[in-house]
């Protein structure tokens, strides 16, 4: 069950802002947040990174810092807007994650930012076969989304957070398996880091050839 605010958070840009920037405190700032899933990679400038679900941008805005070859990708055609006009050197496809309109084999790198928690069971399984078909073998999907807090002070922020803001498909991906979900649409694990007293994840898996 989500509140009022989460339908704010999509009508107005400044309140999700705001928003995000204070979650973002838990890792030491919005900075920091956007590098959690992008530790330890190699992003050449002509590394072809697809950035899925990439709404306002705000992800689209680091990776472009590191390479020329970056698509965003979103079912929103506000978000898209909006991203557009922040991040204009990246290119931008509208297009729901569950079918992507690429080739197999198109991206060195698929990248999501808490996007994965908003999908149901079936579609968070037709997205991770999508990203897997248009990864190249040895490709990296990395990802941050919600975890199981592991350290129990952190248990009322993100569950007060996941009331406000978020729906049931949040609170099903904490009591899931995101890791299992990987491997079985074909993908090794290669990094999981837990932040925020475990509260979010980063994962970083290889895409394995068929």
Known sequence: MATI???WSYRYQWFYDTVSRLAALSVGGEGKFRQLALQNLTIQPNTQVLDLCCGSGQATELLVK???EVTGLDASPLSLKRAQHNVPQAKYVEAFAQKMPFSDRSFDLVHSSMAMHEMTAEELRQILSEVHRVLKPGGIFTLVD???PTNWLFVPGIYLFLFLFETETAWQLLRGD????LEEAGFELQNRVLHAGGSLQAIQAIARAN
């Open 66 to 68: 590191y390479s020329q």
């Open 146 to 148: 919600f975890h199981p």
């Open 178 to 181: 995101l890791v299992e979900l």
């Open 5 to 7: 605010l989460r339908e």
